[in-house]
């Protein structure tokens, strides 16, 4: 996100809402490089129950967990530290470890 005037944002990426556990699986599926998904987690040891981030890169998924932290002047949550990663070699694997972390009902979007 890139900040215009004062009391509004432009948007740099459009996210999609993820709906359910199927949609998720496809999602993670057909990960591009330049694509990513955020999920809300439910993450005894983060704040706020974190963030988790899947991408994929050099044939792999890559699922980050991180802290979820309020931003007052952004009015909105951003990602935080304690940052731990994990990766898989297939996206059914990944997809298993990101709905045993997640929050519920599933909170996830395409970015």
Not at 1 to 24: A, C, F, H, N, W
Not at 77 to 105: C, I, M, N, Q
């Amino acid at each position: 996100m890139v900040k215009g005037r004062p009391g509004s944002r432009k948007e740099l990426y459009t996210e999609r809402l993820i709906k359910d556990e199927q949609d998720l699986l496809d999602f993670i599926e057909a990960l591009d490089e330049d694509e990513g998904i955020r999920a809300n987690g439910d993450l005894k040891n983060h704040s706020n129950g974190g963030f988790i981030f899947v991408g994929f890169y050099r044939g792999s998924y890559c699922v980050n967990i991180c802290d979820k932290l309020w931003n007052a002047k952004l009015h909105t949550h951003v990602s935080g530290g304690k940052d731990e990663w994990y990766y898989f070699d297939t996206g059914k694997e990944a997809w298993r470890f990101v709905l045993k972390e997640a929050r519920r009902p599933l909170r996830a979007w395409l970015y």
